[in-house]
């Protein structure tokens, strides 16, 4: 019996997600090695890997349009394409598991944070930035919040992070994602 396009939806998803796996490497091996590079290196090697990811968006984008079966799965992946575009995450772990939807593997790494934050591995910049992406990726997935979690966030949270949050929330139409991502990444070859 037929598929009717099962498997092959199966596939092209799979093939996304490999791909976007695969460029949210390559940003967090970028940012990992950035004291290794020069200055100019690594400027042109992300803006290298923001324009990979500026054409994996138009590549959704033209798929999203034909195929309506896969605007729900796909949605994930677009918030995390625009998100490391607009670059209100700054880490691509984070954005990686927002875009797969692992809300228990956020939790982990937070819990893992704090640890590291208490025996001093972890500077309090950093650890706040990375604090702000992992629960507002848990607020975009539904997740309940403590209340010191939403105190964190109302107190922390930057102009980029409420930006994503307002446009997040308006997804009716991927266009509107579509057409921020499309503006930052102007932004970003300027």
Same mark, same amino acid.
């Given at each position: 019996?037929?598929?009717?396009?099962?498997?092959?939806?199966?596939?092209?998803?799979?093939?996304? =997600?490999?791909?976007?796996?695969?460029?949210?490497? @390559?940003?967090?091996? *970028?940012?990992?090695?950035?004291? +290794?590079? $020069?200055? %100019?290196?690594?400027?042109?090697?992300?803006?290298?890997?923001?324009?990979?990811?500026?054409?994996?968006?138009?590549?959704?984008?033209?798929?999203?349009?034909?195929?309506?079966?896969?605007?729900?799965?796909?949605?994930?992946?677009?918030?995390?394409?625009?998100?490391?575009?607009?670059?209100?995450?700054?880490?691509? =772990?984070?954005?990686?598991?927002?875009?797969?939807? @692992?809300?228990?593997? *956020?939790?982990?790494?937070?819990? +893992?944070? $704090?640890? %590291?934050?208490?025996?001093?591995?972890?500077?309090?910049?950093?650890?706040?930035?990375?604090?702000?992406?992992?629960?507002?990726?848990?607020?975009?997935?539904?997740?309940?919040?403590?209340?010191?979690?939403?105190?964190?966030?109302?107190?922390?949270?930057?102009?980029?992070?409420?930006?994503?949050?307002?446009?997040?929330?308006?997804?009716?139409?991927?266009?509107?994602?579509?057409?921020?991502?499309?503006?930052?990444?102007?932004?970003?070859?300027?």
């Amino acid at each position: 019996m037929a598929s009717r396009g099962t498997t092959e939806t199966s596939k092209l998803k799979q093939n996304l =997600e490999e791909q976007l796996d695969r460029l949210m490497q @390559q940003l967090q091996d *970028l940012e990992e090695c950035r004291e +290794e590079l $020069d200055a %100019d290196e690594y400027e042109e090697t992300k803006k290298e890997t923001l324009e990979q990811l500026s054409e994996f968006n138009d590549s959704l984008k033209k798929i999203m349009s034909g195929d309506m079966t896969l605007v729900d799965e796909l949605g994930g992946m677009q918030l995390a394409i625009q998100a490391a575009i607009s670059q209100a995450f700054k880490t691509p =772990e984070v954005i990686r598991m927002f875009a797969k939807k @692992q809300p228990r593997q *956020l939790r982990t790494r937070l819990a +893992e944070m $704090d640890r %590291d934050l208490m025996v001093g591995k972890l500077p309090r910049d950093l650890y706040t930035q990375q604090k702000l992406e992992i629960l507002t990726a848990l607020r975009k997935l539904g997740e309940e919040l403590t209340g010191d979690d939403e105190m964190f966030l109302s107190t922390n949270a930057g102009a980029a992070l409420s930006q994503f949050e307002r446009v997040s929330t308006d997804l009716g139409s991927g266009d509107k994602v579509f057409a921020l991502a499309s503006v930052e990444v102007e932004k970003a070859k300027q």
